[in-house]
């Protein structure tokens, strides 16, 4: 059970409209399916304690199931639950149980959400991982939706652009 394996807790439950967004603040994560679930960055709240970084993002209800590792503290909005491992688990094994929880996907059809059953869903034990996870070497993919460096960028002088017929470039068909 999932439960077995993490402690399960419900998020912070804000509401991204109620919050100063803020693009040096922390990430708000919410029930969408893009992104890493992460909807906005917004202010840090006097009194409300980020969730720590290295738990997993479960959405209850929107796009339910799905789930992400969060590398930064993060808050949340309504119905959804972070994971915390009840032993130490690298980051390659924490993505695999993300793909494990969003495999429960089907089960949560017609408007469904997880919020009772999630504690209590069949996932793999941690014996039971398969050994190419072990192997993934997750850093590889650090920096990867950083902009390109070195990338040439033409300079575009339209003052020299040049009229043309589109029949010129392409074969026209109806």
């Known amino acids: 059970k999932v439960s077995e394996l993490f402690e399960v807790y419900y998020?912070?439950?804000?509401?991204?409209?109620?919050?100063?967004?803020?693009?040096?603040?922390?990430?708000?994560?919410?029930?969408?399916?893009?992104?890493?679930?992460?909807?906005?960055?917004?202010?840090?709240?006097?009194?409300v304690a980020p969730i720590p970084a290295g738990t997993i993002s479960v959405a209850g209800g929107g796009s339910v199931m799905e789930s992400f590792l969060q590398p930064e503290p993060y808050y949340s909005g309504r119905d959804l639950y972070y994971l915390v491992s009840r032993v130490d688990m690298t980051d390659a094994q924490k993505l695999y149980y993300c793909s494990c929880l969003?495999?429960?996907?089907?089960?949560?059809?017609?408007?469904?959400?997880?919020?009772r059953t999630l504690?209590?869903?069949?996932?793999?034990?941690?014996?039971?991982?398969?050994?190419?996870?072990?192997?993934?070497?997750?850093?590889?993919?650090?920096?990867?939706?950083?902009?390109?460096?070195?990338?040439?960028?033409?300079?575009?002088?339209?003052?020299?652009?040049?009229?043309?017929?589109?029949?010129e470039l392409f074969t026209l068909k109806k």
């Open 11 to 47: 998020g912070v439950n804000m509401e991204l409209n109620a919050v100063v967004k803020d693009p040096n603040g922390i990430n708000f994560v919410s029930r969408t399916a893009k992104n890493n679930g992460v909807a906005a960055r917004v202010s840090i709240i006097d009194g």
């Open 102 to 115: 969003r495999a429960n996907k089907y089960r949560f059809n017609y408007g469904r959400q997880a919020n």
């Open 119 to 167: 504690r209590d869903l069949i996932i793999p034990d941690l014996a039971d991982i398969p050994a190419w996870v072990a192997g993934a070497d997750v850093a590889l993919f650090g920096g990867a939706n950083a902009p390109a460096l070195n990338i040439l960028t033409p300079d575009l002088n339209p003052s020299e652009w040049q009229s043309f017929k589109i029949s």
